[in-house]
């Protein structure tokens, strides 16, 4: 009987007489009418449509009705009947009422604080409170994601890339937090800056990167000749050179960039941030200025990294922005983390590489999208 399962076992024989009496009598008016004992001082007793009795706290409203028959049912409450009347939600029953719960099939359906008012029972009370800590909670850890999010692509890292790594993981204990989504959740309520964690990221990051430096070796795929056909890329001095742009690091028209003289293949051009670069900086006369033509006349490849909520139907509607925009998406691979972060690497072709950024703001305004963003391939994550 809801929340009068403490009754004393005494009281039982005079449940199964009501009971009895129920069965007996077909209307609950003649039922009433009929029933001339003593009801107890601290109890209601009413009517589901069906015509079962249910034992509620006295002052009891139609909330702690709604939470007595499910906890779902009290969640998504909006409204009731009694005796066949709408009535607000803080009308306080009475014996013999029948009550009917009117629900909303909203997917965002929840209680609302204003409830814990009026809800007479413990039960409903606690389903109540019970909700909004976890609303509050998730809120929380999302809130804290979003900070850390920010402030690791401030420092050019991007979020998967730490997950992946297994920083955050690290730094969390670091803090004395279980894991990362407690960690997230310490953010979202403000226990810690989400600029300290990201610090701790980098430094974890850094010294990993230290420890064990990888190296790719160059390597170059042939495009096509430079200015003298019209090509988009010239090499100071030299018109006629064979020029090839490293696949390492894939370089578009826009990014800063330097020239490699290879031994038969022409000039490799790279970025000029490329982890590449570095490793041949023993043989510096083989360097070469080359800037690009301001002629865009092929398509280029680009990769992007998406990072986002992994809900129904994410993929679909990130392919369609990219769709509108009229991007050929070449190949695409997506990834599930364990904390439901979803992430997404996107090679397709542009004919401009000054839409990019168009491209990455149209993304990023998909729901539940993070972030977006270039990536090159030998760095995952790398801006």
Not at 292 to 319: C, M, P, Y
Request: hydrophobic fraction near 40%.
């Amino acid at each position: 009987t809801g929340d009068s399962d403490g009754a004393a076992g005494d009281d039982l024989p005079w449940i199964e007489q009501l009971l009895e009496w129920q069965q007996e009598v077909q209307e609950p008016g003649d039922y009433l009418e009929s029933l001339k004992i003593d009801l107890y001082q601290d109890e209601v007793f009413v009517f589901t449509p069906k015509g079962e009795v249910m034992g509620l706290p006295a002052g009891s409203t139609p909330i702690d009705f709604a939470y007595a028959v499910h906890t779902e049912v009290g969640h998504r409450c909006i409204g009731a009947r009694v005796n066949n009347r709408l009535v607000p939600l803080d009308h306080q029953l009475v014996n013999g009422d029948t009550i009917e719960v009117l629900t909303s099939k909203a997917e965002d359906a929840g209680p609302s604080r204003d409830w814990l008012q009026f809800a007479g029972s413990t039960r409903a009370q606690s389903k109540i409170r019970a909700y909004f800590n976890r609303e509050r909670r998730e809120d929380a850890i999302t809130r804290g994601r979003d900070a850390i999010t920010r402030a690791l692509r401030r420092k050019g890292i991007s979020y998967a890339r730490a997950m992946a790594a297994g920083d955050l993981t690290d730094v969390a204990r670091s803090l004395s937090y279980k894991n990362a989504e407690a960690l997230f959740r310490a953010v979202g309520e403000s226990h810690v800056g989400a600029a300290t964690v990201a610090q701790q990221v980098l430094n974890e990051l850094t010294e990993v990167e230290e420890e064990a430096e990888e190296v790719v070796p160059p390597t170059s795929a042939p495009i096509r000749l430079t200015r003298g056909s019209g090509d988009d890329v010239e090499v100071e001095g030299d018109g006629g050179m064979l020029v090839k742009l490293a696949r390492c690091c894939t370089p578009v028209p826009g990014d800063e960039i330097i020239g490699f003289v290879t031994r038969g293949r022409g000039v490799s051009v790279h970025r000029a941030d490329c982890s590449n670069v570095t490793d041949l900086q023993n043989e510096p006369e083989r360097f070469v200025p080359v800037d690009w033509t301001g002629e865009v006349t092929t398509n280029f490849l680009v990769s992007v990294q998406i990072e986002a909520l992994d809900r129904k139907h994410l993929l679909r509607d990130i392919t369609a922005v990219l769709g509108d925009l009229h991007i050929n998406i070449t190949s695409a691979q997506v990834a599930t983390r364990k904390d439901r972060v979803a992430v997404l690497r996107f090679q397709f072709e542009l004919g401009d590489p000054t839409h990019l950024e168009y491209a990455l703001r149209s993304v990023r305004s998909v729901d539940g999208v993070y972030d977006a963003y270039r990536v090159v391939p030998q760095t995952a994550g790398a801006r």
